[in-house]
């Protein structure tokens, strides 16, 4: 008689684990939650901890990996104790910005790993590692040793991620060919499914992005963002975007797709909100950055508020105080960054370029031409389009500040260049600098230029840049504007205050709709009611139904 052999009954914890890996994160916290009521074994703490977490309810996910912790602990599983202890120290430095803690995780997870033999914990270690360090070659070597380990222990999904941080070092220090063409790798491998970790997809993702922001490659970052959201789309996989939403919002804003931008911006600065300092201070840099080139420096001020101790924040401080007009201060914040980054970084390519203009404008012309020379380094040395184009506009800034002839070849060449890496704003901004340059001796091929310039300002909501373009069209005798700015003489955020109006909002629901402060919101509604000579909200409720119709979301 010949005895069948069954399959065993999966266990609570099986079930669980399966749902994390097809992305179901309510039935695997479901499941947990079951589980745990009978046992809390560290396997169940585990699993619902990264439920928890994927759901983006962090302090409990932190909590119950914490709780699993102790429970590996004292089991005697160090290798599993080791790779929470990394796993907190990440969160706390990503999402508390709590470098104690970091600090303290870290160290206890290196104990653990002492004389074990090697082992994915170990090549995780190093990945952290090279996460962590503000120093590229650093972080080329510690991704160099994740790799070979990786390699030797046959984890693809850790050999993946160390390629993609590899890529990353490898742009950051200018060899852009080289690390562009190692991050292609790890994000084929991620469509291909190789790698099954959401964690480290999520991981490969920023690092792409990250490298396409310092390198100014957006068409690259646009052409991986088209597939991986189709990914995450198909995977139910929102977090993915919940990781790097910051880094994708700062590319839509670069390639001036600035609503989308908007978007993504506002929800980052929103999550972080609920306690995850560490994220909040990037989405607020990214989005006053966009609000200085919509010309709305208000709200970009309020924004950088708490935030100029930090370095991420000194580019966005240097252009504010650029686009109003305070030069010495710009020069000082950028010099402070460009001191702080590894000579040859490709970080410094948008400072050098901004130093250059505020030089210009504090016509210290030879400070200017020594920015320009390491800008031209810097695009000699990396071979990247976009930073030639900024090299290209810089020059020309220079030279027509210096009243040098060869100023509009040099603009010329700058449009042609920001034109081909997608660079709409940056564009514009050369092309009416070459207007500028034609304004005298070629003045009917001026009037074109700054014309193709504004006509991308007002299509960007680009508005300080759109009044200069205005102003010179006005100098060489030609009409800027054919009508009021927006529909009825109002600006984009009035328009924008007064259909809340119409929608019943309050100073302080305006105020969170719109990620400004509350006195903020209350001087728009002051400004537009008197714009419109109206006296109350309700009348602007009855001028908004009037001249737009109802609201088809109220009916």
């Known amino acids: 008689m010949i005895e069948l052999m069954t399959a065993p009954t999966p266990t609570s914890t099986d079930l669980g684990r399966i749902a994390l890996e097809a992305g179901n994160w309510q039935v695997a916290k479901a499941v947990f939650e079951e589980a745990l009521a009978s046992s809390d074994a560290p396997d169940i703490l585990d699993g619902l901890g990264q439920a928890h977490f994927w759901l983006n309810e962090f302090p409990q996910a932190i909590a119950l990996r914490e709780r699993a912790y102790v429970g590996y602990r004292a089991a ?4 599993s104790a080791a790779e929470l202890a990394m796993w907190l120290a990440v969160r706390q430095a990503t999402l508390y910005a709590n470098a104690a803690a970091m600090n303290g995780w870290l160290a206890r997870a290196e104990r653990l790993l002492v004389g074990a033999k090697p082992s994915p914990q170990h090549a995780r270690m190093a990945i952290i590692r090279a996460s962590l360090t503000p120093d590229p070659l650093e972080m080329e070597r510690h991704a160099g040793e994740a790799m070979a380990l990786a390699e030797r222990l046959a984890d693809d999904g850790l050999e993946i991620l160390a390629l993609s941080y590899l890529g990353l070092a490898k742009v950051v220090t200018g060899r852009i060919d080289e690390g562009m063409t190692e991050l292609d790798e790890a994000m084929a491998a991620v469509a291909g499914k190789e790698v099954a970790n959401f964690g480290v997809i999520g991981e490969i993702y920023c690092n792409l992005l990250s490298a396409c922001d310092q390198a100014a490659d957006y068409r690259r ?4 963002c088209r597939i991986v959201d189709d990914f995450a789309r198909r995977q139910n996989f929102t977090p993915l975007f919940t990781i790097c939403r910051t880094f994708y919002g700062g590319l839509l804003t670069a390639i001036g797709r600035w609503a989308e931008a908007e978007h993504e911006l506002v929800t980052a600065c929103r999550m972080a909100e609920d306690g995850v300092r560490g994220q909040r201070v990037t989405g607020l840099v990214r989005l006053a950055d966009l609000r200085v080139r919509q010309g709305r420096l208000e709200e970009a001020e309020q924004l950088l508020i708490g ?14 105080r650029l686009a109003k007009g305070e030069g010495e201060v710009a020069v000082a914040l950028l010099e402070r960054r ?5 000579p040859g970084n490709m970080m410094s390519a948008s400072l050098l370029a901004m130093l250059v203009e505020a030089q210009v404008l504090l016509s210290n012309l030879g400070a200017a031409g020594d920015a320009v020379a390491k800008l ?4 000699r040395a990396s071979c990247s389009i976009g930073v030639q184009a900024m090299s290209e506009h810089s020059a020309g800034r220079v030279a027509v500040a210096a009243g040098d002839p060869l100023a509009s070849e040099r603009l010329e060449a700058a449009v042609r260049l920001f034109s081909e890496v997608e660079m709409p704003l940056e564009g514009a901004r050369a092309r009416l600098d070459l207007a500028q340059a034609l304004s005298l001796d070629r003045p009917a091929v001026a009037a074109v230029e700054a014309r193709s310039a504004f006509a991308t ?4 909501s680009a508005d300080l840049d759109a009044d200069r373009a205005a102003g010179l069209l006005r100098k060489l005798g030609v009409r800027g504007r054919t009508g009021p700015k927006r529909g009825g003489g109002l600006t984009k955020r009035e328009a924008e205050v007064l259909r809340l ?10 105020a969170a709709r719109l990620f400004v402060s509350q006195r903020t919101a209350e001087h728009h509604v002051a400004t537009l009611l008197s714009k419109l000579g109206l006296r109350s909200r309700g009348e602007a409720t009855a001028y908004a139904v009037r001249k737009q119709g109802p609201d088809p979301a109220r009916i």
């Open 376 to 379: 031209r380094e810097l695009a």
């Open 221 to 224: 970052a646009e052409e991986w």
């Open 76 to 79: 005697g599983d160090r290798l």
């Open 338 to 342: 460009l001191w702080q980054l590894h």
């Open 457 to 460: 300002f007002e299509r960007l």
């Open 307 to 320: 935030c100029e101790e930090s370095w991420e924040a000194l580019p966005a401080l240097a252009a504010l």
């Open 501 to 510: 109006l119409e929608a019943g909002a309050s100073n302080q629901q305006i």
